[in-house]
């Protein structure tokens, strides 16, 4: 079992910028994808960054390429996600989550085994 704590979020103006972590638990990380999603009210939880379980590969959805930035220290067992140039449309609930998958089949929520209980990001002026 691997336990996942994210913490980092709160209320940010356009333009700013936050850093979200993810703490894990319980098991080494190393073996896992591990992977940020968001959900905002009314959406479905969308993946918008990845990273391979050695930190090699990254992937980022559209929405978010060029702004955000995913990052691990396996070492500290932490996931980071910094966010730059945050927009109004960036406000949800940020998850991590871990695959046992590989960083290029993960790009779905059904990929991943374990979850975070999220942590919220509201874009606000």
């Known amino acids: 079992q691997v336990q996942l704590a994210e913490s980092g979020g709160g209320l940010v103006q356009p333009g700013g910028s936050l850093r979200l972590s993810c703490v894990a638990s319980?098991?080494?990380?190393?073996?896992?994808?591990m992977g940020w999603f968001r959900q905002a009210p009314g959406q479905e939880r969308e993946v918008i960054a990845r990273i391979h379980r050695l930190g090699i590969f990254t992937y980022y959805a559209d929405s978010v390429k060029g702004r955000f930035t995913i990052s691990r220290d396996n070492a500290k067992s932490t996931v980071y996600l910094q966010m730059n140039s945050l927009k109004l449309e960036d406000t949800a609930v940020y998850y991590c989550?871990?695959?046992?998958?590989?960083?290029?089949?993960?790009?779905?929520?059904?990929?991943?085994?374990?979850w975070g209980q999220g942590t919220q990001v509201t874009v606000s002026s």
């Open positions: 989550a871990a695959s046992s998958g590989g960083v290029v089949e993960a790009v779905a929520a059904t990929k991943y085994d374990y």
């Open positions: 319980g098991r080494e990380i190393t073996s896992y994808t």
